[in-house]
């Protein structure tokens, strides 16, 4: 099963905000201020997120991330701080 995480570096509020709802709506999971997960990727998740993304940011100066990462790595990820790991198991 895959992961699909976002992250993004958006300067307008409004925007920030709107593509904030658009990923939450789609099912994915907060994880920071900036960062969503999604666990078990549907199909055409990926091009829904990049075309949402598009509407709404700047390109001159806003990034959007959107990586696809096997859920092994999830588990595996070393998590510093408030931790989201229990059993051994990231449950974002």
Known sequence: MA???VAYD???DTNRLRLA???????????QRSVY???GAYKGLR???AEAAARRIDPS???VLIITIPERSLEDALII??????DGVVTL
């Open 37 to 39: 997960v999604y666990r």
């Open 21 to 31: 709802n658009d990923l939450l709506r789609m099912g994915f999971s907060r994880i």
């Open 81 to 86: 701080g408030l931790s989201y790991k229990r």
């Open 10 to 12: 958006i300067s307008d």
């Open 3 to 5: 992961v699909l995480l």
């Open 61 to 63: 100066s806003d990034t």
């Open 47 to 49: 091009s829904r997120v």
